[in-house]
Structure formats: C-alpha cells, structure tokens
C-alpha cells in the first residue's frame, strides 16, 4: 500500500485515491495545506494498485514512453477576444474548441464557487471560459482520471490539460495509450499551497472590504507584460496586482509556498510524458 514517509516523495496527483476500488484511501492536509494519501488499513486489501499507479514512484518508466525530441512551434489564437482573455496566447482555447467541434470532452482545473481549484471535465463548449486560464494553484483532481478512463473505454474522444505530474499520473493510471486521448501539459514552475492562496485571498477581502467576484491571473488590462492580478470585489473595487508588487506572484517566484515535491520535480525537461506540451514563449519577437 502507498505509504507516505518523505513528503518530498507525493505530488498529490490524487491517482491512487481513484485507483483504489477498496476506497480505503482518503487525503489529509498538512499544515502547509497539501493533502497527502492516508490509508485506512481496516479497508485496505493490499492489491498495491495504488503504488502501480504512482508516478513517483514510476517517473523513470514514464518518461521512457515520452517524447524525447518534440517539435517545437510558436503561435497565438487569431481571435484577440480569446487571446485578452487568456494567460498566454490562447493555445489551449484552440486545441479545446476543435475537441469540443469533434464531440469530445476537455479537462482541466476550474476555480469552485470558494475560489479553491479542482480539476473539472466537459463536453460543453460553454464551459471553455470556467477551463480557460492558469490558476497558480494546487487543484484536486479527485476523481479525474476514472472519469477519463469511463469516457474512453465509451469511445469517447478527450483532451486532457492538467500539471505535468498529474498527466504523468493520467498515463500511469490508464496503463495503455488510447487512440481518442490527447494529453497535454504545460511548463510549471511549482505547484503552490491553497493554503497560502486562501490566506492570500482572505488578506485582499479584508482590504478592500468586499467579496471576491473575479479573478484573473495575468490581466492584460495594463499591457501584456504587466503580470497584472486582476481581482473584483462585490462593492466595485478592482485591485490590479502588478508584478513583484503582488505578495502572491512575489512568494510565488521566490518559492515560499510550493509543495515540497517540486523542489526536484520528477516531470521537468525532456522526453516530456504529454502528447503537446504548452508554454509561454517570451523572447520569441528575438528568434
């Protein structure tokens, strides 16, 4: 059964909570605000699913069926509706609209009525605007990856968008590749405590003295390379972070608050595990 010594050794990918048919797996948080797998082992009948679906414990044997000299291109969507409303420039909007023409399903994380994250899946077209954006914080895929594993096993084609070590997980937890799966990652620098972001978010209500109605991270309101947290509140304020001067994106770049498995993450460079990999491309106007 999983068992947690070492926090440096869980990613909370929430893999082996949904591999185990015993459901004796649930997930505790610390107090930094990660969860880790517990196991209740009353329930537990050692099968060891959950270890076989660790991408921990098996990043060497992933990374053997990725890619190990992808192409690499350079775009933006044509429509600047979508790219002002994107954090990049607009890749995954296209990828999932042509999925959602097809029929198809799209993943990714959303932010929930609280503003904690999770990860979200769909067939509806109306829902790109929830899936579209960079949230800058831990979601919990509880749940995910049987879903995707349901929706195939239907014939149902996916496009999968999560962190790189959950869609490590997503590769180990199907076992197979699936001809109507494609799977895509992004370029993270660290995935960041929700502990840290609600405390975050509770510091900005109580200094402007409104709820929270928006947020989006990268706003383009000021410029492209503002960096720019855009926030509303419920009484009309509007609180624009800029760069450095926003604490979060401060003790985000400076690496106060990630989950310690990032600190030598195992998903990082080349092969990469995902089908496309997504990334913000600045320097590109240099090429």
């Known amino acids: 059964m999983i068992n947690i010594q070492n926090k440096y050794d869980c990613c909370g990918c929430n893999a082996c909570g949904d591999i185990c048919t015993a459901k004796a797996i649930s997930f505790k948080i610390d107090e930094e605000g990660f969860w880790y797998p517990h196991v209740d082992t009353s329930?537990?009948?050692?099968?060891?699913?959950?270890?076989?679906?660790?991408?921990?414990?098996?990043?060497?044997?992933l990374k053997n069926l990725g890619q190990h000299q992808p192409i690499v291109y350079g775009g933006y969507h044509k429509n600047i509706a979508i790219r002002f409303d994107s954090t990049s420039g607009g890749a995954f909007s296209a990828l999932a609209n042509t999925m959602f023409k097809q029929g198809g399903y799209v993943s990714g994380a959303v932010f929930n009525e609280d503003w904690s994250v999770s990860n979200f899946i769909s067939n509806n077209k109306k829902d790109l605007t929830r899936l579209r954006s960079s949230k800058y914080v831990q979601s919990n895929a509880e749940g995910l990856y049987k879903e995707i594993h349901r929706l195939l096993k239907a014939?149902?084609?996916?496009?999968?968008?999560?962190?790189?070590?959950?869609?490590?997980?997503l590769r180990s937890y199907l076992q197979k590749d699936y001809e109507n799966l494609i799977i895509v990652d992004f370029l993270c620098r660290a995935t960041n405590s929700p502990k840290a972001y609600r405390k975050y978010l509770e510091y900005l209500e109580e200094t402007f003295g409104g709820k929270i109605i928006y947020i989006k991270p990268?706003?383009?309101?000021?410029?492209?390379?503002?960096?720019?947290?855009?926030?509303?509140?419920?009484?009309?304020?509007?609180?624009?972070?800029?760069?450095?001067?926003?604490?979060?994106?401060?003790?985000?770049?400076?690496?106060?608050?990630?989950?310690?498995?990032?600190?030598n993450c195992k998903f990082k460079g080349v092969p990469r595990i995902s089908d496309i990999t997504l990334a913000d491309f600045w320097g590109v106007e240099n090429v």
Request: proline share 4%; aromatic share 12%; hydrophobic share 20%.
């Open 218 to 263: 990268k706003n383009k309101d000021h410029g492209w390379r503002s960096l720019a947290r855009k926030v509303m509140f419920d009484n009309g304020s509007v609180y624009y972070g800029e760069g450095h001067e926003d604490h979060y994106r401060r003790g985000y770049h400076c690496n106060y608050f990630e989950r310690p498995s990032c600190y």
């Open 155 to 169: 014939g149902e084609k996916v496009l999968a968008c999560g962190s790189p070590c959950q869609m490590a997980a």
């Open 43 to 61: 329930l537990c009948t050692n099968c060891c699913r959950c270890e076989k679906v660790c991408p921990m414990l098996h990043s060497e044997e």
